[in-house]
C-alpha cells in the first residue's frame, strides 16, 4: 500500500510493532528515499549512514529500527556501498560500528529485530552473501 503524508512525499510501510508505531521508505522534499519512523502523531526522518537513500525494515516493541542505507552518494554508474543500519530516539548507528574490527563481516542489510536486540540480516564475507544473526553482548561489568 501506498501512503500519501502530510508533508507531501509519498511512502510505503515495512514494519508495525505492537505498540502501533510503523516503520519503513518515504520520499523526502529533496527526491531522496529515506527511512521513517511514525509514532502516530509525528513523521521522524531517520536519515542515511551518508548517502541518499535509506530504509527500515523492522521495529520491535523497544523502538529499535533497523534497516538499510547508503554510505555515500551513488552515481550512476557506480555500486552504493550499503550497511546495515539500528535506529532508536534519534540516534543513527552503522550496525558494522557494533561489531568486531577485523572479523571479516559487512552487514548490509538488516531485516528484523526482536524485543531481545537479536537482529537477523545479510552480510558480506570473502566475497559471498550469507545470512547473520547478530546477539548482543551482555554489558560487561
Same mark, same amino acid.
Given at each position: &500500500?501506498?501512503? @500519501?503524508?502530510? &508533508?507531501?512525499?509519498?511512502?510505503?510501510?515495512?514494519?508495525?510493532? $505492537?505498540?502501533?508505531?510503523?516503520?519503513?521508505?518515504?520520499?523526502?522534499?529533496?527526491? %531522496?528515499?529515506?527511512?521513517?519512523?511514525?509514532?502516530?502523531?509525528?513523521?521522524?526522518?531517520?536519515?542515511?549512514?551518508?548517502?541518499?537513500?535509506?530504509?527500515? $525494515?523492522?521495529?520491535?516493541?523497544?523502538?529499535?529500527? &533497523?534497516?538499510?542505507?547508503?554510505? @555515500?552518494?551513488?552515481?550512476?554508474?557506480?555500486?552504493?556501498? %550499503?550497511?546495515?543500519?539500528?535506529?532508536?530516539?534519534?540516534?543513527?548507528?552503522?550496525?558494522?560500528?557494533?561489531?568486531?574490527?577485523?572479523?571479516?563481516?559487512?552487514? %548490509?542489510?538488516?531485516?528484523?529485530?526482536?524485543?531481545?536486540?537479536?537482529?537477523?540480516?545479510?552480510?558480506?564475507?570473502?566475497? @559471498?552473501? $550469507?545470512?547473520?544473526?547478530?546477539?548482543?553482548?551482555?554489558?560487561?561489568?
Amino acid at each position: &500500500v501506498s501512503l @500519501r503524508f502530510r &508533508v507531501g512525499g509519498t511512502g510505503c510501510g515495512a514494519a508495525i510493532n $505492537e505498540l502501533g508505531d510503523v516503520v519503513g521508505i518515504a520520499r523526502t522534499a529533496k527526491d %531522496e528515499d529515506h527511512a521513517f519512523y511514525w509514532d502516530g502523531t509525528s513523521m521522524v526522518d531517520i536519515g542515511t549512514l551518508g548517502g541518499n537513500w535509506s530504509q527500515a $525494515e523492522s521495529i520491535n516493541n523497544l523502538g529499535y529500527v &533497523v534497516g538499510g542505507s547508503f554510505l @555515500r552518494l551513488a552515481a550512476p554508474d557506480d555500486r552504493a556501498i %550499503e550497511h546495515a543500519f539500528l535506529w532508536k530516539g534519534g540516534r543513527l548507528m552503522d550496525l558494522n560500528d557494533l561489531i568486531p574490527a577485523g572479523c571479516g563481516w559487512t552487514i %548490509e542489510f538488516a531485516h528484523d529485530i526482536n524485543d531481545k536486540g537479536q537482529i537477523v540480516g545479510v552480510g558480506a564475507r570473502d566475497g @559471498r552473501y $550469507e545470512a547473520v544473526l547478530l546477539t548482543p553482548q551482555p554489558p560487561q561489568m
